[in-house]
């Protein structure tokens, strides 16, 4: 019996990275076996890709390859065995981003996007993808009062409006997998949400 693959997306300091304990322990109460993994990283050569990606500047064709290469060796190290076992796979961001990212934020062409992603993985998507939406301002409040900024963080807010165009874009071109999260809310409102999105897949 295949698992399930659900995916958090959202611009820094949106909250993804708040809900996806609360999902964890969700679906492990239901008897899900649940494996938490994030990208870019998820395998010991992709953690080393996500350093270099979060820390140097390079050129935007190489980052989206270095995405999709981070990508490639967690689909085959993590997602797709995990998956394959029966187990639910988290993943703390995947393609999408590099749309919102490298194409909205960046300008690379959405095309060069779409043909890694036909390379990449053309057979596996996500069963659900939880966007985390929110204004940028709020985004960059929740940023600001926790941690030191890292080479996208450090973005200025024309190009997170991009990023967010892009990823609503995106929401609105696979309705079937995407579920919208309005994140000006409190966490325990969202989490109600989260419980609700959660119990249909179940
Ligand atoms: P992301 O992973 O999307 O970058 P985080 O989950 O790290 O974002 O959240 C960024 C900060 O905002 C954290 O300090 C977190 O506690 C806080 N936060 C997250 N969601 C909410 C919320 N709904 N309301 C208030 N603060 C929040
Ligand atoms: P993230 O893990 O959300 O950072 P943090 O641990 O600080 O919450 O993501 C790291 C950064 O990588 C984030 O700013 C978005 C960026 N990113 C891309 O630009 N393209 C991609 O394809 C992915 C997966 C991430």
Same mark, same amino acid.
């Given at each position: 019996?295949?698992?399930?693959? +659900?995916?958090?997306?959202?611009? %820094? *300091?949106? /909250?993804?990275?708040?809900? +996806? /304990?609360? =999902? $964890? %322990?969700?679906?492990?109460? #239901?008897? @899900?076996? =649940?494996?938490?993994? #994030?990208?870019? /990283? *998820? $395998?010991?050569? /992709?953690? @080393?890709? !996500? %350093?270099?990606?979060?820390?140097?500047?390079?050129?935007?064709?190489?980052e989206a390859l270095l995405m999709f290469a981070s990508r490639r060796e967690h689909i085959a190290q993590v997602i797709a065995p995990n998956l394959a076992e029966g187990n639910w796979v988290l993943s703390d961001r995947f393609t999408d981003a590099s749309f919102a990212y490298q194409s909205g934020g960046r300008g690379l062409a959405r095309g060069k996007l779409e043909a890694l992603e036909a390379w990449v993985h053309h057979d596996l998507q996500p069963d659900l993808t939880l966007l985390f939406d929110v204004p940028l301002e709020v985004a960059r409040q929740r940023l600001n009062a926790t941690r030191t900024l890292d080479k996208f963080e450090r973005e200025q807010s024309d190009f997170f409006a991009r990023c967010r165009a892009?990823?609503? #874009? !995106? &929401?609105?071109?696979?309705?079937? !997998?995407?579920? =919208? +999260? %309005?994140?000006? !809310?409190?966490? &325990?409102?969202?989490? &109600?949400?989260?419980?609700? =999105?959660?119990?249909?897949?179940?």
């Open positions: 019996m295949q698992g399930k693959f +659900i995916t958090f997306e959202g611009i %820094d *300091g949106a /909250g993804k990275s708040t809900h +996806i /304990g609360f =999902v $964890t %322990d969700f679906l492990v109460a #239901r008897g @899900k076996n =649940v494996v938490a993994s #994030r990208e870019p /990283g *998820g $395998t010991p050569l /992709g953690e @080393k890709l !996500r %350093d270099h990606l979060l820390h140097e500047q390079m050129h935007l064709e190489t892009e990823y609503l #874009r !995106r &929401a609105a071109q696979f309705p079937e !997998r995407f579920a =919208v +999260i %309005d994140s000006t !809310r409190s966490i &325990a409102e969202i989490q &109600a949400e989260l419980g609700q =999105v959660l119990e249909k897949l179940l």
